[in-house]
């Protein structure tokens, strides 16, 4: 696991200067303390030794393994990683970057994921010390072999130039250019390979020692003394000036501020910074016993290794607290307010009673013993030096030169507010009223006058008299000064009729803080609210303070958060849809969480710009304009590759065997500061060439990629937004099976090629063959198909004269019967006309025109190229004409409109068709234009979808309702009934709405009919 894991980025980070070490002028009360144990991912809760590598990653020595911390997730190393034994008493990285681990039996180097044993130095030897010189070197300090100068994991003892011997080394450190060893026979220097004694430093027991600002060197000593060694080598007693440790020193550093941190015997963590002593021990939250180790990261984090307590960091949050560490006597603070007379800062608690903190140190003090209440609810005061204090259950006290004195008059004892206006006079906010308060109350205004409620939480005076009263469940109410009082509520636009908060900036704008309903606002006469739907922290606001750089900040049960207030006053006036905000809580250094309010001021602005809220575990106290920012960008590392689930080793060359499908990235950005709000960018080149959206997880995986080279690239920023553009890169080359390779196409190819031309030349020489042969068995069907070619031409012409023969005698048939049926029409025609009876004679003429119907046909026939079918077009428009002429008579003109589809139609349907059209034709020239002198017929035949269409129409009369086939006793009607079952068609006959008759059959028509054009024939006879 170490080879696959210790090999990161190509990239390695300098340490760099920061902005967020841990304030000398805070208490460690003060600081934000981080802990970390088993629970966590240690291997257990002894942290012997630590040091941060250049990579940014924290390697801690444990009595289980050595561990590296990269701010989120613990990676342990024990004995399957070639570690020997697995307690680590000491860490050290050289100038190439080896990271060198002492154990109880040895030294092994990590380097770019390979573990080496150092070779000089006795296998039973426990190491104690590590320390890399500005050669290349590394000394190595042991138990009891001595001390060691190592190269390249080679490594030579060094001579004591004293015959009392060195004994136990416990501690190698450099100073002015030369290497101390303190151990438990003194101080020596080494000096051209060999440890001499400091004369004056024998037998002195050295526990630690360290150089703070690479000059002098600092020694503790087992008896808790604190020594120095001059850059000159002499040896001086502890400075009186300062308060140095009296019991053991495990542990002891220098900050980059020039504090000195130890670490006690005694589960105490000290500071010395100016001189004076800053205590944290088991009181204040340290765990465990003993500090076994101290160190200062490139952020500016001190982390502290306990024995049995884990892992602790102490870092500078924005936020310092003012508890009972400092001074109060509870941390449930209610109302601060700053005294304009001594520029100190007033603290109501809970129980508690009043504190006075001094700004500069923040220390608190119990003041006012003998108020009759220690439940303050409100503090105020003027520049005279009046202090009044409003309490929950005793009413208001005035203080002035230690005088108290109760205000009388309060509608309540409960009272919620104390504001003082612009005219001195003070306001007090009760659950009974509004108070206002001269000397003593003089005027107390309830919902008698128009607020809204009677619980007040809150007033603001206006210089032109106006008042604006927050009420709790009455919303706010605009009083002015002649008594108008006008009440807003949610249906006027206020968040939440619970009102918490008001706030006038020098704009003239009310800002009026709620409980559920966010943050409202009253501007140019018009009420705005801003909710968590537009980006606010949360929904109740319990104070409001603005800061001198244009924000506004509110505190509530979740913490304290800040907008701008122009992205507000934006939002109202449309110009933007949310509002940003940021937010600060225990991981900015509040105790607690909970933002104390209800109770006004709940929340003070200093004179020098700092912000005070009130909270249950203490004051918190902010800079707006000193909000330490990390402007170190983080190293990124890739920590593991894994290729189908198997992890590979990390290197900047990569090798994937063939077939991978998925490739996964795991990698890491080294802020410890806040490791949780770093946010990534990787892309993988080859692939694709734009960086992947932020994103917090720290995986990314790849599937079924091509073979080839790939360039796997990672950036990721810290918690303050400040990116490592370089970033860690990854080159890797996903290797092709050998199918998948050039060689293998250009093997193919050239097989396929020589296959092709031996495929090519037996393909032409069959070709060849089959060719010949083919000639061959063509020239013999030649020859046997002329001939039988000769002999079918020999039968069609044979044939051919056969047709022609009954050809011409079909013809002569159809001239004959024409004929004849033309002599018998003749005959009709002369016999009608001897017939005096009109009757009879009609009859006659019903006889000539069907016959002549036939004789149409035939005479078609004998005139057309195909005797089986002829023009239909020709023969049912000369037989309506003929029709009208012959039966129409010369007393009416009659004009014929003929519309028939052109076509060709087979014999006997142009029979049936005539006939029918006869019947029509005739029938309408007998009854429709009776005692009219003209008129019209209408011959049309169609084809639609598949049926034949034949009608026949009239302008005239209109013929009565035509009986039954059955019942019908005149020839005509049944012999069109008769032709249109032969048709299997269907007949109608209707009289027209406009006048006359329309006849009309349809009969199945599958076969061919070719239209060929659109032929209308109009004629009057």
Same mark, same amino acid.
């Given at each position: 696991?170490?080879?696959?894991?210790?090999?990161?980025?190509?990239?390695?980070?300098?340490?760099?200067?920061?902005?967020?070490?841990?304030?000398?002028?805070?208490?460690?009360?003060?600081?934000?303390?981080?802990?970390?144990?088993?629970?966590?991912?240690?291997?257990?809760?002894?942290?012997?030794?630590?040091?941060?590598?250049?990579?940014? +990653?924290?390697?801690?020595?444990?009595?289980?393994?050595?561990?590296?911390?990269?701010?989120?997730?613990?990676?342990?190393?024990?004995?399957?990683?070639?570690?020997?034994?697995?307690?680590?008493?000491?860490?050290?990285?050289?100038?190439?970057?080896?990271?060198?681990?002492?154990?109880?039996?040895?030294?092994?180097?990590?380097?770019?994921?390979?573990?080496?044993?150092?070779?000089?130095?006795?296998?039973?030897?426990?190491? *104690?010390?590590?320390?890399?010189?500005?050669? /290349?070197?590394?000394?190595?300090?042991?138990?009891?072999?001595?001390?060691?100068?190592?190269?390249?994991?080679?490594?030579?003892?060094?001579?004591?130039?004293?015959?009392?011997?060195?004994?136990?080394?416990?501690?190698?450190?450099?100073?002015?250019?030369?290497?101390?060893?303190?151990?438990?026979?003194?101080?020596?220097?080494?000096?051209?390979?060999?440890?001499?004694?400091?004369?004056?430093?024998?037998?002195?027991?050295?526990?630690?020692?360290?150089?703070?600002?690479?000059?002098?060197?600092?020694?503790?000593?087992?008896?808790?003394?604190?020594?120095?060694?001059?850059?000159?080598?002499?040896?001086?007693?502890?400075?009186?000036?300062?308060?140095?440790?009296?019991?053991?020193?495990?542990?002891?550093?220098?900050?980059?501020?020039?504090?000195?941190?130890?670490?006690?015997?005694?589960?105490?963590?000290?500071?010395?910074?100016?001189?004076?002593?800053?205590?944290?021990?088991? /009181?204040?939250?340290?765990?465990?016993?003993?500090?076994?180790?101290?160190?200062? !990261?490139?952020?500016?984090?001190?982390?502290?290794?306990?024995?049995?307590?884990?892992?602790?960091?102490?870092?500078?949050?924005?936020?310092?607290?003012?508890?009972?560490?400092?001074?109060?006597?509870?941390?449930?603070?209610?109302?601060?307010?700053?005294?304009?007379?001594?520029?100190?800062?007033?603290?109501?608690?809970?129980?508690?009673?009043?504190?006075?903190?001094?700004?500069?140190?923040?220390?608190?003090?119990?003041?006012?013993?003998?108020?009759?209440?220690?439940?303050?609810?409100?503090?105020?005061?003027?520049?005279?030096?009046?202090?009044?204090?409003?309490?929950?259950?005793?009413?208001?006290?005035?203080?002035?030169?230690?005088?108290?004195?109760?205000?009388?008059?309060?509608?309540?004892?409960?009272?919620?507010?104390?504001?003082?206006?612009?005219?001195?006079?003070?306001?007090?906010?009760?659950?009974?009223?509004?108070?206002?308060?001269?000397?003593?109350?003089?005027?107390?205004?309830?919902?008698?006058?128009?607020?809204?409620?009677?619980?007040?939480?809150?007033?603001?005076?206006?210089?032109?008299?106006?008042?604006?009263?927050?009420?709790?469940?009455?919303?706010?109410?605009?009083?002015?000064?002649?008594?108008?009082?006008?009440?807003?509520?949610?249906?006027?636009?206020?968040?939440?009729?619970?009102?918490?908060?008001?706030?006038? =900036?020098? *704009?003239?704008?009310?800002?009026?803080?709620?409980?559920?309903?966010?943050?409202?606002?009253?501007?140019?006469?018009?009420?705005?609210?801003?909710?968590?739907?537009?980006?606010?922290?949360?929904?109740?606001?319990?104070?409001?303070?603005?800061?001198?750089?244009?924000?506004?900040?509110?505190?509530?049960?979740?913490?304290?958060?800040?907008?701008?207030?122009?992205?507000?006053?934006?939002?109202?006036?449309?110009?933007?849809?949310?509002?940003?905000?940021?937010?600060?809580?225990?991981?900015?250094?509040?105790?607690?969480?909970?933002?104390?309010?209800?109770?006004?001021?709940?929340?003070?602005?200093?004179?020098?710009?700092?912000?005070?809220?009130?909270?249950?575990?203490?004051?918190?106290?902010?800079?707006?304009?000193?909000?330490?920012?990390?402007?170190?960008?983080?190293?990124?590392?890739?920590?593991?590759?894994?290729?189908?689930?198997?992890?590979?080793?990390?290197?900047?060359?990569?090798?994937?065997?063939?077939?991978?499908?998925?490739?996964?990235?795991?990698?890491?950005?080294?802020?410890?500061?806040?490791?949780?709000?770093?946010?990534?960018? +990787?892309?993988?080149?080859?692939?694709?060439?734009?960086?992947?959206?932020?994103?917090?997880?720290?995986?990314?995986? &790849?599937?079924?990629?091509?073979?080839?080279?790939?360039?796997?690239?990672?950036?990721?920023?810290?918690?303050?937004?400040?990116?490592?553009?370089?970033?860690?890169?990854?080159?890797? =080359?996903?290797?092709?099976?050998?199918?998948?390779?050039?060689?293998?196409?250009?093997?193919?190819?050239?097989?396929?090629?020589?296959?092709?031309?031996?495929?090519?030349?037996?393909?032409?020489?069959?070709?060849?063959?089959?060719?010949?042969?083919?000639?061959?068995?063509?020239?013999?069907?030649?020859?046997?198909?002329?001939?039988?070619?000769?002999?079918?031409?020999?039968?069609?012409?044979?044939?051919?004269?056969?047709?022609?023969?009954?050809?011409?005698?079909?013809?002569?048939?159809?001239?004959?019967?024409?004929?004849?049926?033309?002599?018998?029409?003749?005959?009709?025609?002369?016999?009608?006309?001897?017939?005096? /009876?009109?009757?009879?004679?009609?009859?006659?003429?019903?006889?000539?025109?069907?016959? &002549?119907?036939?004789?149409?046909?035939?005479?078609?026939?004998?005139?057309?190229? !195909?005797?089986?079918?002829?023009?239909?077009?020709?023969?049912?428009?000369?037989?309506?004409?003929?029709?009208?002429?012959?039966?129409?008579?010369?007393?009416?003109?009659?004009?014929? /409109?003929?519309?028939?589809?052109?076509?060709?139609?087979?014999?006997?349907?142009?029979?049936?068709?005539?006939?029918?059209?006869?019947?029509?034709?005739?029938?309408?020239?007998?009854?429709?234009?009776?005692?009219?002198?003209?008129?019209?017929?209408?011959?049309?035949?169609?084809?639609?979808?598949?049926?034949?269409?034949?009608?026949?129409?009239?302008?005239?009369?209109?013929?009565?309702?035509?009986?039954?086939?059955?019942?019908?006793?005149?020839?005509?009607?049944?012999?069109?009934?008769?032709?249109?079952?032969?048709?299997?068609?269907?007949?109608?006959?209707?009289?027209?709405?406009?006048?006359?008759?329309?006849? *009309?059959?349809?009969?199945?028509?599958?076969? *061919?009919?070719?239209?060929?054009?659109?032929?209308?024939?109009?004629?009057?006879?």
């Amino acid at each position: 696991m170490l080879a696959s894991i210790l090999v990161t980025s190509l990239l390695v980070t300098s340490l760099t200067a920061n902005t967020t070490y841990v304030d000398p002028g805070k208490s460690m009360t003060q600081m934000v303390m981080d802990r970390w144990t088993a629970d966590d991912g240690l291997p257990q809760n002894s942290v012997v030794t630590i040091i941060q590598t250049s990579d940014g +990653y924290l390697w801690l020595g444990t009595d289980e393994g050595l561990v590296r911390f990269n701010g989120l997730d613990f990676t342990v190393f024990d004995r399957d990683d070639r570690l020997g034994r697995v307690q680590i008493v000491a860490l050290e990285e050289d100038h190439q970057g080896r990271l060198w681990v002492g154990t109880l039996d040895g030294v092994v180097t990590v380097h770019e994921g390979e573990v080496a044993q150092v070779v000089g130095i006795p296998s039973d030897a426990r190491v *104690e010390a590590l320390l890399a010189d500005g050669d /290349d070197g590394i000394y190595v300090g042991t138990w009891e072999a001595g001390v060691f100068h190592c190269r390249e994991n080679a490594c030579q003892p060094l001579a004591v130039g004293d015959a009392s011997g060195l004994g136990r080394v416990q501690s190698i450190a450099q100073a002015n250019g030369i290497i101390w060893v303190g151990s438990d026979s003194g101080v020596f220097r080494v000096d051209q390979g060999i440890l001499r004694p400091l004369p004056n430093g024998r037998g002195l027991g050295v526990s630690t020692m360290i150089s703070p600002d690479g000059l002098a060197l600092v020694v503790a000593t087992r008896e808790g003394v604190i020594l120095t060694v001059s850059p000159e080598g002499v040896l001086a007693g502890p400075d009186a000036q300062r308060a140095w440790p009296t019991e053991r020193v495990w542990a002891m550093m220098a900050d980059d501020e020039g504090a000195l941190w130890f670490g006690m015997e005694n589960q105490t963590l000290l500071r010395q910074v100016d001189g004076r002593l800053d205590r944290f021990g088991a /009181d204040e939250g340290l765990p465990g016993a003993r500090v076994l180790a101290t160190y200062e !990261d490139r952020e500016g984090s001190v982390w502290v290794g306990m024995e049995g307590g884990g892992l602790v960091r102490f870092r500078n949050g924005a936020i310092t607290i003012v508890d009972e560490t400092a001074g109060l006597s509870t941390g449930y603070v209610t109302t601060l307010f700053e005294r304009p007379d001594t520029r100190t800062m007033l603290a109501g608690t809970y129980g508690g009673g009043v504190h006075e903190i001094e700004e500069s140190s923040l220390r608190a003090t119990p003041i006012m013993s003998a108020l009759p209440s220690p439940n303050v609810t409100g503090v105020m005061g003027s520049p005279d030096g009046r202090v009044w204090v409003a309490t929950i259950d005793e009413g208001i006290f005035e203080v002035l030169d230690g005088r108290i004195r109760r205000i009388r008059g309060l509608p309540s004892n409960s009272v919620y507010a104390l504001r003082l206006d612009s005219e001195g006079t003070l306001w007090a906010g009760t659950d009974a009223g509004l108070a206002r308060i001269t000397k003593d109350v003089d005027r107390v205004y309830s919902t008698v006058d128009g607020l809204g409620s009677d619980s007040i939480v809150d007033v603001d005076a206006t210089e032109a008299g106006v008042l604006w009263v927050a009420t709790y469940g009455g919303g706010l109410t605009r009083l002015t000064a002649d008594g108008n009082a006008t009440t807003y509520t949610q249906e006027n636009g206020l968040g939440s009729d619970l009102v918490s908060a008001l706030y006038r =900036d020098s *704009e003239g704008t009310l800002w009026i803080g709620t409980l559920g309903g966010g943050l409202s606002f009253f501007t140019n006469g018009t009420m705005h609210t801003a909710s968590v739907s537009h980006g606010l922290f949360d929904r109740d606001v319990f104070q409001i303070l603005e800061d001198d750089l244009g924000f506004l900040w509110m505190g509530s049960n979740r913490g304290i958060s800040r907008i701008r207030k122009q992205h507000a006053l934006d939002l109202a006036a449309g110009l933007r849809d949310g509002i940003p905000h940021d937010s600060f809580g225990t991981d900015d250094g509040l105790k607690s969480p909970e933002i104390n309010g209800g109770a006004q001021p709940s929340g003070w602005k200093s004179s020098d710009g700092r912000l005070w809220f009130p909270t249950v575990a203490g004051v918190a106290v902010l800079d707006p304009g000193d909000l330490r920012r990390n402007p170190v960008p983080p190293p990124v590392v890739v920590e593991q590759i894994e290729a189908d689930g198997v992890s590979i080793p990390v290197r900047p060359m990569v090798e994937l065997p063939p077939g991978t499908r998925r490739i996964e990235f795991k990698f890491a950005a080294l802020s410890l500061v806040d490791a949780s709000a770093v946010t990534y960018r +990787y892309r993988l080149q080859g692939l694709e060439d734009q960086w992947s959206s932020p994103l917090a997880g720290n995986t990314a995986s &790849y599937t079924f990629l091509e073979p080839g080279t790939y360039t796997f690239n990672v950036t990721a920023t810290n918690n303050d937004g400040y990116w490592n553009e370089a970033g860690a890169s990854i080159l890797f =080359d996903l290797r092709p099976y050998f199918y998948q390779t050039s060689w293998f196409w250009m093997l193919l190819a050239s097989v396929a090629f020589l296959a092709g031309a031996w495929m090519i030349r037996s393909r032409t020489g069959q070709l060849q063959r089959q060719r010949e042969e083919l000639e061959r068995m063509v020239e013999a069907r030649t020859r046997d198909v002329l001939a039988a070619k000769d002999q079918i031409q020999a039968q069609s012409d044979a044939l051919r004269s056969s047709l022609l023969e009954k050809d011409v005698l079909l013809r002569e048939v159809h001239h004959r019967v024409k004929n004849n049926l033309q002599m018998i029409s003749s005959l009709l025609q002369l016999q009608s006309r001897q017939v005096p /009876d009109p009757e009879t004679k009609l009859l006659f003429d019903e006889c000539r025109n069907r016959i &002549y119907s036939f004789s149409m046909v035939h005479e078609r026939l004998y005139r057309a190229k !195909d005797i089986a079918r002829f023009d239909f077009v020709d023969y049912l428009t000369g037989l309506a004409e003929q029709l009208v002429r012959s039966t129409g008579g010369s007393d009416i003109d009659i004009e014929l /409109d003929v519309h028939v589809e052109p076509g060709e139609m087979d014999v006997d349907r142009a029979i049936s068709c005539g006939l029918i059209m006869t019947e029509f034709v005739t029938n309408a020239l007998r009854h429709a234009f009776s005692g009219r002198s003209d008129g019209t017929i209408r011959v049309e035949f169609a084809r639609r979808t598949g049926m034949g269409i034949l009608s026949v129409e009239d302008d005239g009369l209109g013929m009565p309702d035509l009986p039954s086939p059955e019942e019908a006793d005149g020839l005509g009607l049944r012999l069109v009934s008769a032709l249109v079952s032969r048709l299997r068609g269907e007949m109608t006959a209707e009289r027209k709405p406009t006048g006359g008759t329309l006849c *009309e059959v349809r009969f199945p028509m599958t076969d *061919e009919f070719e239209v060929m054009s659109t032929s209308r024939t109009t004629a009057t006879v």
